[in-house]
């Protein structure tokens, strides 16, 4: 094993021809690359990035709620993160008399702010390499069954000794490297977190779902909570005489600005990326599993949004559920266009051709590249079935809500309504019925079909005067119970092999790269942990005799404002400062900055991350990436791939002149 790490180390650094862009690095292994980083224009040190023996950026980060980033910007627990992010709690707090999500929130005082139930914001206390640990007792022979067992039962020792007896701190241990090596993260939660501010959607939500992914961009994608902390600044439940969290570190605002060609460093918890995927994998991504999601996601979306338009209870109701539905539906279609532009299976196919002939005579490695192929072949049409489970059949809300044990009715049905379910439900399930071949199909479907005669005449008994949730929960018991008994074992037993080759197949890479000195990159694939990715201010060429410039400006918010498109209809007073040019501070060349795009590689997760200086202030809030490079999640290219960040100067104008929060900004330490 310490041959192996030693192995990792080396590719780490030892490659003449790393990009600085590209590659998603773990805080605590940044050592290793803190000089190509300060040769970029980095001027501080690796202790300052992560540190355990004292105050670091990261102490600054936060794991935002389940699936996001977010920074702490004051010495009095005040936290940044993206709208869409906050946007459920914004959502829970609206209400057709008080409708935050229209007209925006902001809390003029402390008194005022908004508990959020359920919300809870974790720092990482620290990170170390259990990987000797965690694989104790493993023997070369062992099956992949024990092996598995072995590492669930030391991670559990690990956690458990990490932890000890205090309530307040969780950890995980997550594999990298397909398993080749294993790290200890362990965080603290704070779950007293109340909403502060938040622009009006039509700031925050600027441009909808027709400029998401998209650049230019001109979305004010911010909002404002405080973490709150028990008299001793620990962990401590909602309570009126909980007071602002004290943090360890807190970041700066650099206000003076950024142009082209400046660092960057992105600094968050990506979710998952899968850059290591063997052609195969990715083929059936681009070709088979994007479109189909994308199709039955069109199905939902156009039946909400017609939906939506009618009734304005309807799309404060649906807000958030479109919103959701739709980011995914388009980061697919942008994933699987870039995948095929750069020739990514094409390439890789090469890739492994080269690598299945070096491979041969060794043990180890020989003929995986046949099995890889024989293996995705086997399962091509089950993966499609478990896509049309959690596309189709489980994304019909009542009976999702019905099978799940019908856990927070009140919530479910104030954000509910029949109408776009029923209509969804016979969308979905007819297409489920006309592309999953019929001996996949669950035969209690294929009864019901018959018994009813359509899929209509099956609405129409399920979604009744009152819903029929006994009908609901049996859809919902018999079609996974059919997918679990019958699919799922296949599946599970495949990929468990796949998995298995992986380990071995990341191996070999490596031996491969050391052997030819092929200069690859190796960076684990993202897994909601903590990392660094740092690159340039850049803009980029889309298409022939375009160059998109990386800043946006205010001006750009005026072209597109247009009071008959909900999306693109800005609050009035935005309009009448414009007018003015009554920008105070804020003003740069007769405007004011929005957003701008970098070469940081990041994924999902890495909305709300704090996208930094050279020196470790906060310049921007990362909340995207443009669409053309959205196939960085499988694989990067540096001429195209852009994340997309907020300007935090617009952040700080529409606290100041549009809210009139100025008591927000004196907390703030800002350097202008």
Known sequence: MKKLLFLFAFLLVGSTQMRADEGMWLPSEILKKIKDIQSQGFKLSAEDIYSVNQSSLKDAVVRFGGGCTGELISPEGLLITNHHCGYGQIQSHSSVEHDYLKDGFWAMSRAEELPNPGLSVSFLEYMTDVTDEVLKGYKPKMTEEKRIALVEKNSQKIIDKAVGENKHLVAHVK?????????????????????????????????????????????????????????????????????????????????????????????????????????????????????????????????QREEMAKNQAVRIQYASKNASVSNAWKKWQGEAKGILRMKAIENKQDFEAKFDQWAEGKPEYENLVERFKALYASIEELSLVQDYQTEALNAVELI???????????????????????????????????????????????????????????????????????????????????FRENIAPALSEVNTEITLLYRAYMRGMMEYNEATNGGKIFYPDANSTLRVTYGKVKGYKPADAIY???????????????????????????????????????????????????????????????????????????????????????????????????????ALFVIDKLAGAKHLLDEIEIVQ
């Open 175 to 303: 594999p990298i490297y397909y398993g080749n090596q294993y790290f200890l993260f362990v965080y603290k939660v704070y779950t007293d977190v109340r909403l502060v501010g938040a622009p009006p959607s039509s700031i925050g939500k600027f441009g909808g779902d027709t400029d998401n992914w998209m650049w230019p961009r001109h979305t004010g994608d911010f909002s404002l909570f405080r973490v709150y902390a028990g008299a001793d600044n620990e962990p401590a439940e909602y309570s009126e005489h909980n007071v602002p969290f004290r943090p360890k570190k807190y970041f700066k605002v650099n206000a003076k600005g950024i142009r082209e060609g400046d660092f960057t460093m992105v600094y968050g918890f990506p979710g998952t990326t899968r850059e290591y995927l063997f052609s195969e994998a990715v083929k059936y991504t681009a070709l088979v599993s994007n479109p189909h999601k994308i199709a039955l996601r069109t199905l939902r979306l156009n039946i």
């Open 400 to 482: 999702a809500f019905a099978g799940r044990g019908q856990a927070n009715a009140e919530k479910f049905y104030k954000d509910y309504y029949q109408p776009i379910d029923k209509a969804s439900f016979i969308a979905l399930y007819k297409a489920y019925s006309q592309n999953i071949a019929d001996e996949y199909q669950s035969p209690y479907f294929k009864e019901q079909l018959q018994k009813f005669g359509s899929v209509e005449a099956w609405a129409e008994a399920l979604f009744t005067d009152t819903p029929n949730l006994a009908m609901a929960e049996e859809i919902y018991r018999e079609t996974n119970a059919w």
């Open 548 to 650: 998109y410039t990386p800043i946006s400006s205010l001006d750009g918010v005026i072209e597109k404002d247009n009071p008959d498109i909900y999306d693109y209809n800005i609050p009035q007073k935005l309009r009448d400062l414009h007018a003015a040019k009554d920008y105070g501070r804020w003003e740069v060349d007769g405007s004011v900055p929005v957003a701008f795009i970098a070469t940081n590689h990041t994924s999902g997760g890495n909305s709300g991350s704090p996208v930094l200086d050279a020196e470790g202030n906060l310049i921007g809030v990362n909340f995207d990436r443009v669409w053309e490079g959205t196939m960085s999640d499988v694989v990067y290219d540096p001429e195209i791939c852009r994340n997309i960040a907020l300007d935090i100067r617009f």
